[in-house]
């Protein structure tokens, strides 16, 4: 599908977007609000209590952000005006059944309205608690199922993963790569996600049967989170959980359109909406900055690799 193409089918679509408040979710809202203004409408699912607070969050966390200088200039005093018409704070959460969406009046309108579900939610800390990314980038995406098949006009679900689904694996590595449920990088054990989800629950009931502390929580279910990426061979819990989404996507999508998208290091933007846009360190972009800093030296690498970057 070319870019043509592609902002064509965006024409009088209405969206509904997960994940917006994240890097690359902002990145993906001004992008079709600006190549596509003809779009009927964006539905940003943000964690937040209420509808005002999810508000809030979006105008704050996205649309007040440099990223959208551009489309800014391009409508000048009618900017306010055109994001009311086009883009709408839902509140909810990935992590919880209906996504979060507590108004039942406004669930039936999504149902009935949505065209299109991108679901970029995801937490993307390499050694975050394995509870909460579980939660977020395995089962959020069961959840994000069940949503879509319950909008009646939907065309198409896609689904943010990352290339380092792959896990630890060496040579050539085809992008067709499919896992499923009882799959897994080592031959054993295999790789069930109700024991993964027992094994979380069993670990956390024991914790506070302890009264062990947040903090301790926290560090003891972020090294189990590890142990268990590492078992199946995964390098961390981030892309152990996204693997395990993939499976969900795949084994219980049923006749849902779906694309996976599997970016590698998503970096700066390039050219669109202007050369260098970046929010905080992330990924490789630490390294760089340390570089830039006279703190990082030097960087073993071979001369001849290939760096895979996103912009």
């Known amino acids: 599908m070319g870019l043509k193409s592609v902002v064509q089918f965006l024409e009088n679509k209405t969206i509904l977007v997960t994940g917006a408040t994240g890097f690359l979710g902002k990145m993906l809202v001004e992008k079709v609000l600006r190549i596509q203004p003809n779009v009927k409408k964006l539905y940003l699912l943000i964690r937040a209590s209420d509808g005002e607070s999810a508000s809030k969050r979006m105008h704050i966390e996205v649309l007040g952000k440099e990223l959208f200088r551009v489309l800014r200039q391009k409508w000048e005093t009618n900017f306010d005006q055109f994001i009311s018409e086009k883009v709408a704070a839902i509140p909810g959460d990935v992590s919880c ?13 999504l149902w009935k309205e949505i065209d299109v579900v991108i679901n970029s939610a995801a937490t993307t800390s390499f050694d ?9 980038n395995t089962f959020g995406v ?15 679900l896609v689904h943010v993963s990352t290339a380092y689904v792959c896990g630890e694996r060496e040579g050539t590595i085809p992008e067709d790569t499919i896992f499923y449920m009882g799959k897994t990088i080592k031959s054993d054990p295999k790789l069930d996600l109700e024991v993964e989800q027992k094994l979380v629950a069993e670990k956390l009931n024991d914790l506070q049967a302890q009264n062990a502390s947040e903090d301790t929580i926290t560090t003891i279910m972020k090294d189990f989170g590890i142990k268990r990426a590492k078992l199946h061979g995964w390098a961390n819990t981030y892309v152990f ?12 999508r049923e006749n849902i ?29 630490g390294v760089i900055a340390a570089y830039g800093k006279g703190k990082v030296k030097f960087f073993l690498g071979g001369p001849k690799s290939i760096l895979d970057l996103v912009s």
């Open 97 to 109: 059944e209906n996504l979060g969406v507590i108004d039942s009046q406004l669930r039936e309108i």
């Open 241 to 252: 959980t996204k693997a395990m989404g993939e499976i969900c996507a795949k084994q219980f």
């Open 257 to 285: 359109p779906l694309a996976i998208i599997r970016p590698t290091m998503v970096t700066s933007t390039y050219n669109e909406p202007f050369p260098g846009w970046i929010e905080g360190l992330r990924t490789i972009d």
């Open 128 to 136: 975050g608690r394995y509870d909460v990314a579980l939660g977020t």
């Open 142 to 156: 069961l959840h994000v199922l069940s949503f879509a098949k319950k909008c009646v006009n939907l065309e198409m």
